[in-house]
Structures are given as structure tokens and as C-alpha cells.
């Protein structure tokens, strides 16, 4: 699987969203939002340390986590994204976040099937993801996209709360 080309742009379009870079205050905004919201206020995670994953930085290695603010219809930011584009050949959607308003608008699965497009580039076979196993509408989501269950991973986050690993296999054209 190469990178090359792939999950490198500064702006992509995908079903009427905008995938574009977060300012500090935007991160800062959405990490608190994330924080009061399940699964992250479940998982205690704090408005920090979201805001500080979603923070604008530079891209140092191919495994470096890829962030972007998704804008809905309007030019409202509706949620994030963050990948990282190299994981057990494929990319590993490490967070998706939709704000409550904007959800059931195509913003979810806008950030899915761009991740699915860079991930053909550079030649993937898998998509991967976590969910939280108490978050089953999250988990319906994931498996409409094609995403099967693989493996339940107890303890995970945090003890007393599994993790669920997702796999969506890819066809990869053979040269």
C-alpha cells in the first residue's frame, strides 16, 4: 500500500461537505462539545486532550493521524474527521464526529466515503475503525457503510468498557 498522493490534500469534496483543515478555535469548540458528549464523555476523555487531537499540525510521517473539519450545506461545521492513513493496510478511522444538527444530513457518511476514495489510491484492501460497544447506533452506521465486526477488545479505553474493531473490506484491482 503506498501513501503517496493519498489522505495528502489540504481540501477535498465529498456528498456536499467540505473536508477541510480546523483552526485552533474550531478544535477548541468541537473538543468541548466531544467532551460533553457520548461515547468521549462516557470514555473521559477531556476537552483538552480532543481539542488537542483535532488541533491543526503538520503532517511529520505517511502514519501521522490526517484532521479535518467537515462542512456541511450552508458552510456550517457539522462535525471532524481524523485518519490515519497507514494501519494493517488500510487506513484506521481513529474519530468521527458529527454535531447532533447535523447528523442524519450525509455528514457521517460524506467523511466515510472519502475515506474509502483515498484509501482505493493508495491501493488499501481494509478500512478499519473501533466503536464502543455500548454505542450501537454508531455501530449500525458503521455496518450499513459495509463495516463487520472482527474482534471485541474488552477493557480497551478504559476497564469495564469494551471496544469493538471494524474491518470494511476493499477490492483492490490486481496489475
Avoid at 38 to 50: I, K
Avoid at 112 to 139: I, K, Y
Avoid at 163 to 174: G, Y
Wanted: no cysteine; charged share 20%; glycine share 10%.
Amino acid at each position: 500500500m503506498s501513501t503517496s498522493g493519498a489522505f495528502g490534500g489540504r481540501e477535498y469534496e465529498s456528498r456536499d461537505h467540505l473536508l477541510r483543515p480546523l483552526s485552533a478555535a474550531e478544535a477548541a469548540a468541537l473538543g468541548a462539545e466531544m467532551a460533553a458528549t457520548d461515547p468521549w464523555a462516557r470514555l473521559g476523555f477531556s476537552a483538552d486532550g480532543l481539542a488537542g487531537a483535532l488541533a491543526p499540525r503538520e503532517r511529520i510521517a505517511p502514519e501521522s493521524p490526517v484532521t479535518f473539519g467537515l462542512e456541511g450545506l450552508g458552510g456550517a461545521l457539522a462535525g471532524a474527521v481524523s485518519v490515519r492513513p497507514v494501519w494493517l493496510r488500510g487506513p484506521y478511522l481513529a474519530l468521527l464526529f458529527v454535531r447532533p444538527q447535523s447528523q442524519s444530513r450525509g455528514t457521517g457518511l460524506a467523511a466515510l466515503e472519502w475515506m474509502e476514495a483515498e484509501a482505493g489510491r493508495a491501493g488499501a484492501n481494509s478500512l478499519w475503525t473501533a466503536v464502543s460497544a455500548f454505542n450501537d447506533r454508531a455501530f449500525s452506521f458503521y455496518r450499513r457503510f459495509g463495516f463487520e465486526e472482527v474482534a471485541l477488545l474488552p477493557d480497551l479505553v478504559m476497564p469495564g468498557e469494551d471496544e469493538r474493531l471494524l474491518r470494511k473490506p476493499l477490492r483492490v484491482a490486481v496489475p
